[in-house]
């Protein structure tokens, strides 16, 4: 059976280059469902199966009132929110089984809402001006792949027929790639990791392995947390061994690696056993030091050089008070078992005893906010070793597996 590709975009000023990704499409045995976001009008190129006026109203808009109130800030955003519903219902219909689309900032900030909403391992590819630097607002927790553009969206010309066509033939590859079927039915753990909590989580899956579990590890660096979060929200995962728990630090100081306000809530929400360690929280995530914000540089705080693209600064006492506040409010609302493990030796590699980040205070206030505004009936244990130890990978496991028990009584 032929496969289908949800061809989505603004038809209505990319009608000639979506004209020619159709054409690829089709003689290539693929069969097409077009979807036109263009607010000012269509294209006479091709057959258009949905329409704007249909995107706009699958989130009771009027395209009509869009085009009146001439603000494309308002429109764009509509079209976004209309594009997810579309893709989102067609493919829960089985109609589609893979998206492309093209696009500039805005162009892609439409193509790229119908493929987010859409589960890993579908094929999204977008040919986008923008696909470099900073993409996390096109790509967040999905599997989209930029394909960038070289020149603008604009024309067929010698240079963008070869990005085109190569684009198109990517989508091709993945679409005839058969993933192999996995033969393991072992129980999913996910974890988090970064490079100060590399060797804790690496011990900690070599435990969960050989007690039968699948360990996806996923890295805190924002996208790193959502997708997990994206993951057991989607009903896939059984258990979330959270040793980093990072990105918090980044949301709260305004670092790079935020994964934004619901870190720490999908667990929770969909009743799991949840493990929660305050790893590497002693850090906040700048890029090269002159990006680090005035006002911590002027407060001459402490911060370390991980790397010539990557600024570490200390938290503070306050901060992790602050920290431990919110950790504890995400816990209390847990539907399932959860558990906090405190490392006393060190929430990180730099946080070990001597090291640059030690500061026992600052940990100390983190743990008491914890335990201060915790529920009574959520437990919290510690062990007076560095997070990177062995014995810490063995007692967290421990714990996840006690809580993990509690969920088959």
């Known amino acids: 059976?032929?496969?289908?590709?949800?061809?989505?975009?603004?038809?209505?000023?990319?009608?000639?280059?979506?004209?020619?990704?159709?054409?690829?499409?089709?003689?290539?045995?693929?069969?097409?469902?077009?979807?036109?976001?263009?607010?000012?009008?269509?294209?006479?190129?091709?057959?258009?199966?949905?329409?704007?006026?249909?995107?706009?109203?699958?989130?009771?808009?009027?395209?009509?009132?869009?085009?009146?109130?001439?603000?494309?800030?308002?429109?764009?955003?509509?079209?976004?929110?209309?594009?997810?519903?579309?893709?989102?219902?067609?493919?829960?219909?089985?109609?589609?089984?893979?998206?492309?689309?093209?696009?500039?900032?805005?162009?892609?900030?439409?193509?790229t809402a119908a493929m987010r909403c859409l589960p890993l391992g579908v094929p999204k590819v977008c040919v986008c001006t923008v696909a470099s630097g900073d993409t996390s607002t096109y790509v967040g927790a999905s599997d989209i792949v930029l394909y960038p553009s070289a020149t603008d969206v604009s024309g067929i010309n010698r240079i963008s027929r070869v990005t085109y066509t190569r684009a198109v033939g990517a989508l091709i590859g993945m679409l005839a790639t058969d993933v192999p079927v996995a033969n393991d039915d072992r129980p999913i753990v996910v974890a988090s990791m970064f490079g100060n909590t590399t060797e804790c989580v690496d011990s900690c899956r070599k435990i969960l392995d050989e007690e039968g579990y699948e360990v996806l590890v996923f890295h805190a660096v924002g996208t790193g947390g959502q997708t997990m979060e994206s993951l057991i929200q989607q009903g896939l995962v059984d258990a979330c061994l959270d040793i980093t728990t990072t990105e918090w630090a980044d949301e709260l100081c305004g670092g790079v690696f935020s994964a934004g306000p619901n870190r720490l809530a999908a667990a929770g929400q969909a009743g799991i056993p949840h493990l929660i360690v305050p790893g590497c929280v002693d850090m906040v995530n700048f890029n090269a030091p002159d990006t680090v914000p005035p006002k911590y540089r002027k407060a001459n705080r402490l911060f370390y050089h991980w790397n010539p693209a990557v600024t570490l600064m200390r938290t503070n006492v306050e901060e992790n008070r602050q920290l431990g506040e919110i950790f504890a409010e995400k816990a209390n609302q847990a539907m399932g078992p959860v558990a906090f493990l405190f490392p006393l030796k060190g929430v990180s590699i730099l946080d070990g005893e001597g090291e640059l980040f030690c500061d026992r205070e600052a940990d100390q206030a983190l743990f008491d906010a914890i335990r201060e505004h915790l529920n009574d009936d959520i437990p919290v244990y510690e062990i007076d070793v560095n997070i990177n130890e062995e014995a810490f990978a063995v007692k967290a496991v421990e714990l996840l597996l006690d809580l993990w028990r509690q969920t088959k009584l």
């Open 1 to 111: 059976m032929s496969k289908t590709v949800l061809l989505i975009g603004a038809f209505d000023s990319k009608g000639p280059e979506y004209a020619f990704v159709r054409d690829l499409l089709i003689e290539n045995q693929l069969q097409v469902l077009t979807v036109n976001t263009g607010v000012l009008g269509t294209t006479s190129l091709f057959p258009v199966d949905i329409e704007a006026a249909q995107v706009a109203a699958a989130v009771e808009e009027s395209i009509q009132e869009l085009r009146d109130a001439g603000d494309r800030g308002q429109a764009m955003q509509v079209m976004a929110e209309g594009a997810a519903a579309i893709s989102q219902s067609l493919y829960a219909e089985g109609r589609i089984d893979a998206v492309f689309g093209m696009g500039g900032s805005g162009g892609s900030t439409m193509v």
